[in-house]
């Protein structure tokens, strides 16, 4: 699947959603902290969501964003070549998320390699649901997360457990960061 298709898939499904839940724009744009005008346009595919405005979305729908991108996704698969691993791009906020093994109803536990660039942050104000498991392994860089409050400075190799349960924040300094995040 291109990032065209993808953009397209998850702007009906984020529309699909709004309906389901019977909100007009309005509704959504209060319950989520996103404007009206910025939903409007994400529903039309006319722009595609930067990363903290899907955790907004997520968060007012209850569902983590993994979840959110599984609906837009092709079905399960047990083997899942690097090639036809979905790649969503936020352009704006320099994030880059493969999903490298995405979730599926048998199994519980998903896998992601992030890659954010230099002198980038991404702030989540609430989690999709709270409880989540996060299991981060930084890979290359160097990334400044705050989770509920508590600020860790990961280098290469080190591993950060947490349930999230309120905000959070991802900062890279001058260098990019990739990591593997294992949601549980």
């Known amino acids: 699947m291109d990032e065209d298709d993808l953009t397209r898939q998850l702007a009906e499904r984020l529309k699909q959603l709004r309906h389901d839940k019977n909100w007009s724009l309005d509704a959504l744009a209060a319950e989520s902290g996103v404007s009206r005008a910025t939903l409007s346009r994400m529903e039309n595919g006319d722009v595609s969501p930067t990363a903290a405005v ?7 729908f209850g569902l983590p964003l ?11 698969q047990p083997l899942i070549r690097r090639a036809a691993q979905p790649v969503w791009r936020d352009a704006t906020a320099g994030f880059d998320r493969r999903s490298v093994s995405p979730p599926a109803a048998p199994l519980r536990a998903e896998v992601l390699e992030c890659t954010l660039a230099p002198g980038a942050c991404i702030a989540y104000d609430r989690p999709p649901r709270p409880g989540l498991e996060h299991h981060l392994i930084l890979r290359e860089g160097r990334l400044d997360i705050t989770v509920d409050g508590v600020a860790y400075s990961l280098n290469p190799g080190d591993c950060l457990r947490y349930c999230l349960m309120g905000a959070s924040e991802f900062r890279t300094a001058a260098s990019p960061a990739r990591y593997a995040l294992v949601i549980v």
């Open 54 to 60: 899907l955790g907004k979305l997520c968060a007012a």
């Open 66 to 76: 993994s979840r959110l991108m599984r609906m837009v996704e092709p079905d399960f």
